[in-house]
């Protein structure tokens, strides 16, 4: 069974470009998330959805930062303007149902660093 | 407040020994869950084992055991007969739902070296 899927792996970009990142997850998976990771810290869930409704957003920076789900599969999370302060790693994970039980299932990540 | 607390930022450990790993949270939820992950230099963050806050029994997988005490608050990892592949940070997390909105929460992390 294939794993979740992100691209790209790394990003460089100057403060105040946009940005994008592709997430694909394992395939029959309901939920699908995205983290932020900064360095030394542990993932902070930006954004959950459950097929292509959002069920949680309250950490995204929305001035910013906006996310979407095509046809309940693939997501897209873009940043624009990006700031300093937003290096960090991207995550994005997926489960069956979003259950209490059920267990994530993360991507390789996209490490973003803002100049 | 829901938290999770990792008070050990660094251990060490000789190959073929067990390491506990300490965790402790915080919650006002009756139903929870909660979860280790393994995050080696490669970045992904991989799923070692669950133990759901009505499990009568610990929870293990292989060499992964969940030392589980519902009174004290804690979910402490053991690994036993460490390998040097275990080398990677570690974070244990916790799902609720009632008043953490189903949203998975997670420590600052243990990063554990073994050694040869």
């Known amino acids: 069974e294939a794993g979740v899927a992100q691209s790209p792996r790394y990003k460089i970009i100057e403060k105040r470009q946009s940005v994008a990142f592709w997430c694909n997850p394992i395939?029959?998976?309901?939920?699908l998330y995205w983290y932020q990771q900064i360095l030394g810290q542990g993932p902070k869930l930006l954004i959950q959805?459950?097929?292509?409704?959002?069920?949680?957003d309250s950490q995204l920076p929305k001035d910013r930062f906006s996310a979407e789900r095509l046809k309940g599969v693939d997501s897209t999370l873009k940043i624009q303007p990006a700031k300093l302060e937003d290096s960090a790693v991207y995550l994005c994970?997926?489960?069956?149902?979003?259950?209490?039980?059920?267990?994530?299932?993360f991507g390789p990540g996209t490490r973003l660093t803002v100049l | 407040a829901q938290k999770i607390t990792q008070t050990q930022p660094g251990m060490f450990v000789q190959e073929k020994e067990a390491v506990t790993l300490d965790c402790t949270y915080d919650?006002?939820?009756?139903?929870?869950?909660l979860f280790w992950y393994k995050q080696p230099s490669s970045g992904e963050m991989i799923f070692l084992i669950y133990?759901?806050?009505?499990?009568?029994q610990n929870a293990t997988e292989g060499r992964y055991s969940l030392n589980f005490q519902k009174a004290r608050k804690s979910a402490n990892l053991v690994i036993s007969a460490s390998q040097l592949g275990d080398s990677a940070m570690y974070f244990c997390?916790?799902?609720?739902?009632?008043?953490?909105?189903?949203?998975?929460?997670f420590g600052q992390g243990t990063e554990l070296s073994v050694k040869p």
């Open positions: 997390a916790m799902r609720g739902f009632y008043n953490q909105g189903g949203k998975l929460i």
């Open positions: 395939s029959g998976h309901a939920t």
């Open positions: 994970a997926s489960s069956l149902y979003g259950g209490e039980s059920d267990t994530q299932y």
């Open positions: 133990q759901g806050s009505y499990d009568e």
């Open positions: 919650t006002s939820d009756q139903s929870y869950g």
């Open positions: 959805f459950q097929n292509n409704g959002v069920v949680d």
